[in-house]
């Protein structure tokens, strides 16, 4: 009778348990598996949001954690793209993996938050500071970090509006299409699944989904050819 009471490891209770323990140890086994993985990560306060951070690892790993600083850390993984990471990872090598790294200006200018890049590979650690920059190469760096950040915003933001606002998803889409425009977003194409979603949906109103639409022919008529990263407009970050 006992062993009826035994939790059968096949029932749904326990598939749930290992899909759960999957996906925390997740990040902690690829970081694990040899890879390098390159921080980056902005604190400015008083700003939305105070706290960036995004990590990208070699080996296929990237998390994302966007806050106030009052929040607890909420890291949530997601996709970049072979590309992407391989313009991260060039310009990182360019930068000769911060080791030794001042990029400061040293020059009283107004606080534009403190940023860090940071280089992991198994033990090895080097990480660079700056407020402002004018190193091509770490420019560059940060201006895809920042456009990931954007991106995931974005997306989020698209995919609570849907979800629980559909009101509000017009005003969403208005943003992402500011963001679009400024050629900013690495991969606008991560869009595209909830952009079709938007755009079928039926209880959301016309003009959204007339806006999803265009936004998505946009970005198919746009987007680079696969394998190819795109360039984000030149700014300092």
């Avoid at 402002?132 to 940060?142: D, G, I, M, V």
Wanted: hydrophobic residues 35%.
């Amino acid at each position: 009778m006992n062993s009826s009471r035994r939790p059968n490891r096949s029932s749904p209770c326990w598939c749930a348990i290992f899909s759960l323990a999957a996906v925390l140890v997740c990040p902690v086994f690829l970081r694990a598996a040899g890879g390098a993985t390159i921080t980056y990560r902005r604190v400015f306060k008083g700003s939305n949001p105070e706290f960036i951070e995004i990590k990208v690892g070699e080996d296929g790993f990237a998390s994302y954690d966007i806050r106030q600083l009052s929040e607890n850390p909420d890291p949530e993984l997601f996709q970049v793209g072979d590309a992407v990471r391989t313009r991260i990872f060039e310009l990182t090598g360019e930068l000769h993996d911060f080791e030794g790294l001042d990029l400061d200006v040293h020059r009283r200018i107004a606080d534009l938050g403190d940023k860090t890049f940071l280089y992991e590979k198994s033990g090895e650690v080097h990480e660079a500071h700056y407020n402002y920059t004018l190193n091509r190469s770490a420019t560059q760096l940060s201006l895809i970090f920042e456009g990931l950040f954007q991106q995931q915003r974005d997306l989020t933001l698209l995919e609570q509006r849907l979800k629980y606002d559909r009101l509000g998803v017009n005003d969403a889409l208005h943003q992402f299409e500011d963001d679009l425009g400024q050629h900013t977003l690495p991969e606008p194409e991560r869009l595209l699944p909830v952009l079709d979603r938007i755009a079928a949906d039926s209880r959301v109103v016309e003009v959204a989904r007339h806006l999803a639409r265009a936004l998505a022919e946009r970005i198919r008529m746009t987007s680079p050819p696969e394998g190819t990263a795109s360039q984000p407009a030149s700014k300092h970050p």
